[in-house]
């Protein structure tokens, strides 16, 4: 049980505080009065092993079917699908651009002499890359990581379908404005 005031790091000591050295003037206190004592919490330790979701939100948030009703789990999950789908869309297309633009570069320089490619090397390369894949691909192991992370979303899939629904929706709609 420690006395003061509790911070994010810690807690600053009553002591600390009288003498005005905390990080704000703390009223002195009646010489006939005893101050409150609480428990210091450590945030560190509290949210270490807790999901991501839980930290965000809250302890005792559970899906959003508990929490909401269908017209508005279908508005959220609309709204954030449309977005993610708008700019999904932008980023797809200016990458597509840059991918493009830089191939049309390349085979200008190539044509015109300023690059000369070895394509043997080109070849032996990517016959190299294709091996490797079907090496890695032979196995179809997922590792125990990825495999408890899908889980993980299939799960909240399950639980929050109206909201995946919405969210599905909103993001085809994103993609297609």
């Known amino acids: 049980v420690g006395r003061g005031r509790l911070r994010a790091g810690g807690h600053v000591p ?25 428990n210091v919490l450590d945030l560190a330790e509290y949210t270490k092993n807790r999901p991501w979701w839980r930290k965000v939100f809250a302890p005792s948030s559970g899906s959003s ?4 009703n269908v017209a508005t789990q279908l508005v959220i999950g609309g ?9 999904f869309q ?3 297309k200016l990458a597509a651009t840059a991918v493009g633009g830089g191939f049309f570069l390349l085979q ?10 070895d394509w043997k090397l080109v070849e032996r390369d990517v016959n190299k890359a294709k091996q490797q894949l079907k090496f890695h691909s032979s196995g179809n192991k997922m590792p125990p990581e990825v495999k408890s992370k899908v889980d993980e979303v299939i799960t909240f ?5 109206i909201l995946t629904g919405g969210f599905a929706g909103g993001f085809l709609l994103g993609m297609a404005s």
């Open 157 to 161: 899939l399950k639980k929050n379908v």
């Open 108 to 117: 200008i320089a190539n044509h015109t002499g300023y690059i000369k490619v």
């Open 79 to 87: 709204v954030t699908g449309w977005c993610t789908g708008f700019i």
């Open 65 to 68: 079917a508990e929490k909401y």
């Open 14 to 38: 009553a002591a600390a505080e009288r003498s005005g050295a905390g990080a704000m003037a703390h009223p002195r206190v009646p010489a006939g009065r005893k101050e409150d004592s609480f």
């Open 90 to 92: 932008k980023v797809g």
